[in-house]
């Protein structure tokens, strides 16, 4: 049986333990059953780390940079915690891990409940069974956005959402990949998605007009928009906008809907607060991580959210209470944190980072954290 988010001191999380990869890294998600972290970044390789023994396998299924993922359980999934000491390695994967096809799993393998789903730079879109001994390919597509940037499961586990470059929204049967609907409203980039819990309508946030649509999934009609405008990031003199939505979440009793990014040129990272019933903001949280983004949320069922943001060099991870203005917590990384994923045990945190002595990085680390019982 799932286990139920335990009460956890977030202001005492420490680092357990960190897993090198061969290249930067951009993304990272713990599969629903909580024994693989997936992560990607600037590289076609899909790195699978065995959380238990801390073996990776590299995998060549994409075609440019790991930038999104997503992932879906069944109820009746069991979740497996991280050991507190590296266990001995598992058996070798078997050779169908990688694709060779449109998908290479089983009929058996097609109806598991629990998927995780990898995007790359290029719009190539991978779904992977976790269910079994060792994650498998349960469909490989090209969703066609020329440049993807994010992608969101549904609580039912029947539609996948894609959004990228073109700024149209894509729907996809994640039993087969099969395309079920288009959404096209956004005028630029779409960074972000979120499928809300009424399991009726779907969040989507840009870059560019720094906006948030809420979409009805029966219709595909666009019902209402939430302005983000304070994560404008442009910068005199380019003609570039560095800002957007650059993720959503929603607090667990559906009262707030939660986006981060920066608060503007060369500022902190800022969260924005919106009330759900009026669409209106309701409060501003600006770390004093300067220079910085915040390009991931995770709600806790405990009451708090977690960012994960990047500086110059330097990485961070800030623990908050919607209500409050006061952060709980903050935490130095041993990098620049683009991903950041919560364990499925609510114990755990993932954090994709990049690392090295370069401007952008020229190696990985995935670092696993432990939030102590508390709270």
């Known amino acids: ?64 940079w790991v930038v999104t993922s997503a992932r879906w359980g069944a109820d009746d999934i069991a979740v497996v915690s991280p050991s507190p000491e590296p266990l001995p390695p598992p058996p070798p994967p078997p050779r169908s ?13 097609q109806q598991t409940g629990a998927v995780v789903v990898t995007g790359d730079l290029v719009g190539r879109l991978i779904a992977w069974d976790t269910a079994g001994q060792w994650p498998l390919v349960r469909w490989s597509i090209e969703t066609g956005h020329g440049t993807l940037r994010t992608v969101a499961v549904s609580g039912d586990g029947r539609l996948v959402a894609t959004g990228g470059g073109d700024g149209l929204v894509r729907l996809w049967s994640l039993t087969d990949g099969s395309p079920v609907r288009e959404l096209a409203n956004h005028t630029c980039p779409v960074f972000s998605t979120l499928f ?25 009609r666009e019902v209402r928009r939430f302005d983000a405008q304070d994560l404008s990031n442009y910068k005199g003199g380019t003609d570039i906008n560095y ?41 501003k949280q600006v770390s004093t991580f300067t220079n910085s983004i915040f390009h991931h949320l995770a709600m806790h069922e405990n009451g708090f959210y977690i960012t ?68």
């Open 1 to 64: 049986m799932p286990l139920r988010m335990p009460r956890v001191d977030p202001t005492a999380t420490k680092l357990l333990r960190e897993f090198s990869h061969e290249a930067p890294l951009m993304s990272c998600l713990v599969d629903p059953t909580g024994r693989w972290c997936f992560a990607g970044g600037r590289s076609r390789r899909i790195y699978v780390t065995d959380l238990n023994s801390g073996v990776t396998e590299s995998l060549e299924d994409h075609e440019s």
């Open 97 to 109: 891990l990688s694709r060779s096809g449109p998908a290479t799993a089983d009929s058996k393998l």
């Open 196 to 220: 809300h819990p009424d399991g009726k309508h779907l969040l989507t946030g840009d870059r560019g007009e720094q906006t948030i649509r809420q979409w009805e999934l029966e219709t595909g």
């Open 243 to 283: 800002g957007g939505v650059r993720d959503i979440a929603m607090t667990t009793d559906g009262r707030l809907l939660l986006c981060c990014g920066r608060n503007s040129y060369a500022k902190p990272g800022l969260i924005l607060q919106f009330d759900w019933k009026t669409g209106k903001q309701v409060r």
């Open 308 to 375: 994960a943001g990047v500086g110059a060099q330097t990485g961070e991870l800030w623990f908050w209470k919607p209500e409050q203005e006061e952060k709980l917590a903050s935490l130095k990384v041993s990098g620049p944190a683009y991903g950041l994923d919560l364990h499925p045990d609510g114990r755990h945190l993932l954090v994709a980072q990049m690392g090295g002595p370069r401007t952008y990085g020229d190696r990985g680390t995935v670092g696993l954290y432990e939030m102590p019982p508390g709270g």
